[in-house]
């Protein structure tokens, strides 16, 4: 099928059009590119919290129920009205270094990440969209043209289904569910909730050239087949614009459009009475047939990476 080329870094012989456009991508490594860094305005109980610090530098604010953190959120995006607020459960708040919050899309996540490693994701990514694509024609499935030809509703499935790593970061346009995944298998006491401001979505993809941010929602790029869109209420978001100034890799961090971080307790008290977690099996539909494509095509993604390197 494609011949890996030593001298390129990429494989070669289909989608050369893709092969060309995430080769300008890889400048993003070398490069840098411009994610807008915003100045939220915080409600009187995080400012106090905040101080005179930026939002990542500190502590998550404690709530201790759902409805508590309802409450902070709706002033939030009174206060914040030239954004649109997304959210994002971890199991804990992932720091730098420096202290910091950081929030990279997988395919930059790590503390140094070289040229070549950079360039090896890159062209797991790439043969991962051609497996993706052949899989989608195959079986003749719902969208096949458009996981072809549009790059960022093929890295879009490859995200959210866990297949590799991508540009690409996984968000909720739901409160509800990020709570849920903050409390999913989570051995800690706490969870994270993070909150970001980006620009209004008008379309399924929405391509901010201002805030130099592209937003795919989820639902409205993926086949009625792939179930676990149905309750996450999931999008992406990545950032686009190459340029040629050389910065560093934080501006490819979405701690950049950080609103607020919240503590939640993991325990069900945080639920009170009128609410509860969403439960595993919707997030996670048990017959999902994106989900057993997803598994075939990482494990033929992963052995055909380990051939190239055994060649």
């Known amino acids: ?5 030593p001298e390129k870094g990429s494989f070669a012989g289909k989608l050369p059009g893709k092969t060309r456009f995430l080769e ?44 508590e953190l309802v ?42 990440l070289t040229a070549h490693e950079a360039r090896l994701r890159f062209d797991m990514l790439e043969l991962a969209e051609i497996y993706l694509a052949d899989t989608f024609d195959r079986e003749g499935l719902d969208g096949h043209m458009d996981v072809r030809r549009k790059t960022l509703i093929a ?6 289904y866990g297949i590799c790593d991508t540009p690409l970061l996984d968000l909720t ?9 903050a409390q999913l298998n989570n051995q800690n006491e706490r969870g994270l909730v993070a909150i970001f401001g980006l620009p209004y979505t008008t379309n399924r993809i929405t391509y901010n050239s201002e805030h130099d941010l592209v937003i795919v929602r989820l639902l409205s790029i993926c086949p009625p087949m792939a179930l676990r869109p149905y309750f996450q209420e999931g999008y992406l978001a990545g950032t686009m614009d190459i340029t040629q100034e050389y910065t560093d890799k934080s501006e490819l961090d979405f701690s950049n459009r950080l609103i607020a971080k919240f503590s939640i307790p993991t325990d069900l008290s945080f639920w009170g009475q ?25 494990k033929q993604v992963i052995s055909e990476m380990k051939s190239v390197f055994m060649t």
């Open 274 to 298: 009128k609410f509860d977690a969403i439960p595993q099996n919707l997030l996670f539909p048990p017959d999902d047939r994106m989900e057993e494509i997803s598994k075939e095509i990482k």
């Open 24 to 67: 300008r991508l890889w400048v993003k490594i070398r490069y840098g590119l411009i994610m807008r860094n915003i100045k939220p305005t915080l409600t009187p109980n995080l400012e106090e919290h905040v101080g005179s610090d930026m939002v990542k530098r500190s502590v998550p604010y404690q709530v201790e129920t759902y409805t």
């Open 155 to 160: 890295w879009s499935i490859l995200q959210h």
């Open 71 to 112: 409450e902070e959120v709706a002033n939030l995006a009174y206060q914040n009205k030239d954004y649109l607020l997304f959210y994002r459960g971890q199991d804990q708040d992932y720091l730098n270094k420096a202290g910091s919050s950081t929030f990279y899309p997988t395919i930059y996540r790590k503390d140094v």
């Open 1 to 5: 099928m494609q011949v890996f080329c």
């Open 173 to 181: 346009h739901s409160l509800h569910v990020a709570c849920t995944f």
